[in-house]
């Protein structure tokens, strides 16, 4: 067959810095390509690049041929003609990629008349098939509904339907399922698949997770800096990969969670909490106990009630019934949160946020400059990092400065929302690393909530898994992942990328 | 909807009440007594007595703040001291110069503000958007009296071309019209500049969101794009916006009024300012408070009409 | 991040205006100037000379000498409104938009209230009261500051307050108040300053269209506005009369504008080359 997609030698440069360099990458219809690379590598400027809207002041050089015409040499009114016809792309970000004041059926209307010219109620017959086609649920009305009334998943299935209704050649996607939950990203994946399979539409995904394209690509494409390093075969990836990726896809396999401590006391008990939030049940008869050198972790996609359950542990809300008793009083619980640097004052230095919860004590600068270093080395950073700034840190660095943050006063639990969710793969199993050895370390018990039960393994001892508030499979982390007993335990272990490829390594023994 | 419409009516009248409760207070804490005013300060006792009985001033607060409330709603706003006629028929005999002036204003600053704004957006980084830039910075920063006398030196005392004040009527439909050219135009001055500013600005913000890059992706061209998906989101911050101008608008007119001797609306209440003619004052200003109250409420209906996202 | 901000011809530009307006202010109020509110009939309408480089007005006043006086006058009346507006109305932003409940609600409903009267309105109502003068004047234009203050600070530190560091130091234990001191305000600070400079240019707007009715300043003392007011008639014949005080005026609050907007682009940076 030949190639849908020929990109060869593709550069652009912006202000003098060369963001891409020598692209090449190559198509044919009906197959899937994962180009993987970590922020900032130019993934998503490639995808830009294809459809000829570079940021603005770029220059491109360089050779894209798609069905042998090439593209940097056309016009913006032909490229025009090619957009959202022969080749779509989906962003995303699906909130930001819609018009807030257009419905979604028009959304799809509009590039159907604009490109050929039907008029109004044909138009919507085609759109309102390009919905089906997208799989959207039957039961929601999404043609007249407006982008800000449906769900994530939901906009996700729309911004494909738009770029899908004329039956385009060629499909970009950016992140598609980068802020969805797991069960939701693979089925979105199955409609990736069904759609080069049965409409042999080629197939452009761009991700920072490589597990996840792995699961849904035939070719993967390794970019870094702005050049392809490595590019593979899906199945060659298990067996024989080329050694960048494959470190890559070793570091997203996170090791199994160390023992939790045994024998150790309870520190916290709930029974039967409750909350509500806007006449819905947030959490129904939650309950759960918490020892010292545990960790536990809750596992549920978005509306399950577990940042509720959070907000609970940690005092930032009241639960409506139930109980929740700590084994001693004052009990000092910290806070990891998702976003690194959401969660440290862009104005203070790392130093300056790492001490806050020292407030009450009245310490002498020295004093002070110590515990800090002290905080840092605890968390792999060198004493230099006091004095810099939460933009002048990468992700996992600003997220080790928050962890300090939160240990430096030694809490006896430590509750951690998402915190590796934000942070590209290969550096979260180095955070699992550190949060583990924390854990042993000091006997913290800890709360882990996350919707990766990849994650979760990598990490907790025992097992909540909750959904839409109520808690579906508890237990033994190796045994509920092991086996199963819930339908809903099933399906997420099922869809989770980590899990899914059977690369398990043994942690490795203290020697 | 319906609901969101009620709340805001009852935002409304909560808002007018207080407001006409607080200039009732307002005025209330003058010094002085206004019979003596009236009388002057030589008048005998028992005729002060009388005058404030028959004014009603004797009456204890809450009976005069109900009436004076009471009155607002039938539209009766007292009656002017100085020339012994109800306010309310003062008003009106002013209200065929400023309103009609008022409107023309706005009518010029938004056609020749929003326009502009939107072309420097379009032309962004250009000579075009620098020019417009400097243009509205210096409109803005002149005060729009001083641009109304010196349109009067160019265009009426140089050139002879439009009156320099005065109104005679709308009998003369050329000459009225004439005679609010130049006003308008100082009123509309800065307005216009303000709208081409916050145009452009909303428009930029907006341009430079994801989904004009993705209106883009599905074919559009780049003025398509604008046109059919930006400009109507930034009209709804430029809608906000040109309510709160609306008030400065009408308190402009308070000034130009008196540079070009129009008899409105805003001449007549400096002029009760300096007569002390409280009556007058408190009426006038009541109308033009309400009248800002009411744009507001019109622009929060008209935004929850345009923007699905309020209706939740 | 502060390299763009020092190369803004904008900026320089404002600074400078803004630092000789406040030059020749203060050296107007200097002790041993001639005093310009001398009226010297004898000496009315004396076109621009050695001895008076500007001429003299209608009553024989030099006119170079009322300008600079009207620039401390513009200037008082600015500041002490912005620092009514922005010291009552920025701690009620704060404060209002620490946490969402109906008091603050409530707070900033009253807040849009004060919106419906413009400044002049409330000189006008305040007239009576407090009488003609320069309390008159810094009391209305900062009244109708307040709520200018109140809802930039409660717009912009609204989002901060949701920021998960607020909740981090809610956790270990710090009180609001501290909370807003250390955190919010700091990090509200850059667009606080630009609303300063924007209301300090429209203070003297409004100080001129206050004067010019006879509501600001009162004689004697020189003000901009009012020299408006007497040129007006006499425009005819001596244009400069009205020439001289619109431009001071101007080119104050230009000066005030420039420097506002050069300092809003560098407070909130829009890349304008996509991401």
Avoid at chain 1, 75 to 95: A, K, N, P, W, Y
Avoid at chain 2, 117 to 123: E, F, K, P, V, W
């Amino acid at each position: 067959m030949t190639a849908l997609l020929d990109i060869s030698g593709l550069s652009l440069t912006l202000k003098g810095r060369r963001l891409l360099d020598d692209v090449r990458l190559h198509l044919e219809p009906g197959k899937i390509i994962g180009l993987v690379g970590a922020s900032g590598s130019g993934k998503s400027l490639t995808a830009r690049s294809i459809i000829g809207l570079p940021p603005q002041g770029a220059h491109l050089t360089g050779n894209v041929l798609f069905n042998g015409r090439s593209l940097l040499t056309l016009s913006d009114d032909e490229l025009c003609h090619l957009r959202g016809r022969d080749i779509g792309i989906v962003f995303q970000d699906s909130s930001a990629a819609f018009d807030p004041l257009m419905t979604i059926g028009d959304h799809i209307v509009e590039p159907i008349r604009w490109h050929l010219g039907l008029d109004r109620d044909a138009a919507v017959v085609m759109a309102k098939q390009a919905l089906d086609r997208a799989e959207f649920p039957a039961n929601i009305d999404a043609f007249h509904r407006y982008p800000h009334e449906i769900s994530g998943g939901q906009r996700q299935r729309a911004m494909i339907a738009v770029a899908i209704a004329l039956s385009p050649k060629l499909l970009l996607a950016d992140e598609p399922t980068t802020a969805l939950d797991v069960t939701t990203e693979a089925s979105i994946f199955n409609l990736f698949r069904k759609l080069a399979r049965e409409e042999g539409i080629a197939i452009i995904v761009v991700s920072h997770d490589l597990p996840a394209i792995a699961m849904l690509s035939d070719h993967i494409a390794l970019i870094e800096a702005g050049r392809i390093v490595e590019e593979t075969t899906t199945s060659d990836l298990m067996a024989d990969a080329p050694p960048r990726l494959a470190a890559i896809f070793a570091s997203s396999q996170p090791h199994d969670a160390s023992p939790a401590r045994v024998d150790s006391d309870i520190i916290l008990r709930a029974s039967h909490l409750s909350f509500e939030y806007r006449h819905k049940k947030a959490l129904d008869d939650v309950s759960f106990s918490l020892r010292y050198g545990e960790c536990l972790g809750i596992v549920g996609q978005s509306g399950s009630g577990k940042s509720t359950l959070a907000r609970i542990i940690t005092g930032l809300a009241t639960p409506l019934g139930g109980n929740l008793e700590a084994a001693k009083t004052p009990c000092r619980i910290q806070m990891v949160f998702q976003d690194p640097m959401g969660s440290l004052n862009p104005r203070w230095t790392l130093g300056q946020s790492i001490t806050e919860p020292l407030h009450t004590e009245r310490l002498d600068p020295s004093t002070k400059m110590q515990r800090v270093i002290n905080a840092l080395q605890e968390v792999g950073l060198d004493a230099d990092f006091a004095h810099r700034y939460p933009h002048q840190v990468s992700g996992g660095q600003a997220q080790r400065a928050a962890i300090a943050r939160a240990i430096i006063n030694r809490p006896d639990i430590l509750v951690l929302d998402e915190p590796v969710s934000a942070l590209d793969i290969g550096v979260r199993s180095q955070i699992l690393d550190l949060l583990d050895d924390l854990r042993r370390r000091y006997g913290l018990a800890m709360i882990f909530i996350t919707h990766d039960l990849g994650v979760a393994r990598g990490i907790a001892n025992h097992l909540l898994v909750m959904q839409q508030g109520r808690v579906v499979e508890e237990g033994a982390t190796a045994t509920v992942l092991a086996d199963p007993k819930h339908a809903y335990t099933r399906a997420l272990v099922e869809a989770s990328p980590a899990l899914n490829h059977k690369v398990f390594a043994p942690r490795p023994l203290e020697g | 909807m319906l609901i969101l419409i009620i709340r805001r009516l009852v935002g409304l009248l909560a808002t007018l009440a207080v407001a006409s409760i607080l200039v009732f207070f307002l005025l209330e804490i003058l010094p002085g007594d206004p019979a003596q005013l009236i009388l002057g300060t030589d008048a005998r006792p028992d005729t002060l007595l009388a005058l404030r009985h028959e004014m009603g001033l004797d009456q204890p607060i809450l009976t005069r703040l109900l009436q004076w409330i009471g009155e607002l709603l039938t539209g009766n706003l007292g009656m002017s001291h100085t020339y012994h006629v109800p306010v309310a028929t003062l008003i009106g005999e002013r209200l065929p110069v400023s309103l009609p002036l008022a409107l023309i204003s706005l009518l010029l600053a938004v056609v020749i503000g929003i326009p502009g704004g939107i072309l420097a957006a379009m032309r962004r980084d250009t000579w075009l958007d620098r020019a417009v830039r400097v243009k509205t910075q210096i409109l803005l920063a002149i005060p729009n009296f001083w641009l109304a006398m010196l349109l009067v030196f160019v265009f009426a005392i140089t050139l002879h071309w439009l009156p320099a004040g005065g109104f005679s009527g709308w009998r003369n439909i050329p000459n009225a019209i004439s005679a609010l050219i130049l006003p308008a135009v100082a009123l509309a001055a800065p307005q216009a500049a303000i709208l081409a500013r916050v145009t452009r600005a909303a428009l930029i913000e907006n341009l430079d969101d994801v989904y004009i890059l993705a209106a883009r992706a599905r074919g559009l061209t780049a003025s398509a794009a604008l046109f059919r998906h930006a400009l109507p989101n930034a009209m709804i911050s430029v809608l906000s916006i040109m309510g709160l101008q609306f008030s400065f608008l009408l308190a402009g007119t308070i000034i130009i009024e008196n540079v070009f001797y129009l008899p409105g609306l805003g001449r007549l209440i400096f002029q009760a300012v300096n007569q002390r003619d409280l009556a007058v004052v408190s009426g006038a200003s009541m109308l033009l408070i309400a009248s800002t109250i009411g744009i507001t409420f019109v622009v929060d209906l008209t935004a929850l009409i345009i923007d699905p996202r309020l209706r939740r | 991040m502060n390299q763009s901000l020092f190369q803004t011809r904008g900026l320089w530009i404002g600074a400078i205006i803004i630092f000789s307006l406040l030059m020749i202010a203060l050296f107007s109020l200097l002790p041993g100037m001639p005093d310009p509110t001398l009226i010297r009939v004898a000496e009315k309408l004396r076109s621009p000379s050695i001895e008076h480089w500007l001429g003299t007005d209608q009553l024989g006043r030099d006119l170079l000498g009322l300008t600079m006086r009207g620039a401390s006058a513009s200037l008082l009346v600015a500041i002490g409104a912005v620092t009514l507006g922005a010291g009552i109305g920025v701690p009620l932003g704060l404060m209002a938009s620490a946490h969402e409940n109906w008091l603050s609600q409530a707070v900033m409903r009253a807040n849009d209230f004060i919106f419906a009267f413009p400044a002049l309105v409330i000189a006008i109502l305040l007239h009576d009261t407090v009488g003609a003068g320069i309390q008159n004047a810094i009391l209305a234009i900062g009244i109708f500051n307040i709520p200018v203050f109140a809802r930039v600070v409660y717009n912009k530190a609204q989002s901060i307050w949701t920021l998960d560091f607020i909740q981090a130091a809610r956790l270990i234990g710090r009180r609001d108040i501290n909370i807003a001191l250390l955190h919010v305000l700091p990090l509200a600070l850059g667009t606080i300053i630009v609303q300063i400079t924007i209301q300090l240019g429209l203070g003297i707007l409004a100080e001129a269209g206050l004067s010019y009715v006879g509501l600001g300043v009162t004689p004697p003392t020189p003000s901009w506005g009012r020299m408006l007011n007497e040129a007006q008639t006499l425009i005819g014949l001596a244009p400069r009369l009205a020439l001289v005080p619109g431009l001071a005026i101007a080119l104050a609050v230009l000066g005030f504008t420039l420097l506002g907007d050069a300092l809003s682009e560098w407070v909130d940076p829009r890349k304008r080359n996509g991401g």
